[in-house]
Nanobody, 128 residues
């Protein structure tokens, strides 16, 4: 059974940090790009970050560049999203997703297209 399970969300203060984890199982982890997406109430889903299956390319939305860092530990099939200097506008439900994006990753990583598996989502709330 394929599973993507997010953890590490919760409440943080403005300027604080959280680290999200996405634990994957049921598929060949190294064959898939892992993306993080978020959706705030009343807003469209937004691509936040992505780690290519090769592990050597990372992608970030402009809104989080310099504040968020994506990484992975293939030994435990887990991708992390370190979120620093959090802002109220980072408040959203965060989802991780896995997809075989191939050469199109440069163009489509943030679109949500091509991802085969999605986690259930986890709430992140940043308060002032």
């Amino acid at each position: 059974e394929v599973q993507l399970v997010e953890s590490g969300g919760g409440l943080a203060q403005v300027g604080g940090s959280l680290r999200l984890s996405c634990a994957a199982s049921g598929f060949t982890f190294d064959d898939y790009a892992i993306g993080w997406f978020r959706q705030a109430p009343g807003k469209e889903r937004e691509g936040v970050s992505c780690l290519a299956s090769s592990g050597d390319k990372t992608y970030y939305a402009d809104s989080v560049k310099g504040r968020f860092t994506i990484s992975s530990d293939s030994a435990v099939n887990t991708v992390y999203l370190q979120m620093d200097n959090l802002k109220p506008e980072d408040t959203a439900v965060y989802y991780c997703a896995a997809g075989r994006l191939g050469s199109s990753i440069d163009y489509y990583w943030s679109e949500g297209v091509g991802y085969d598996y999605w986690g259930q989502g986890i709430q992140v709330t940043v308060s002032s």
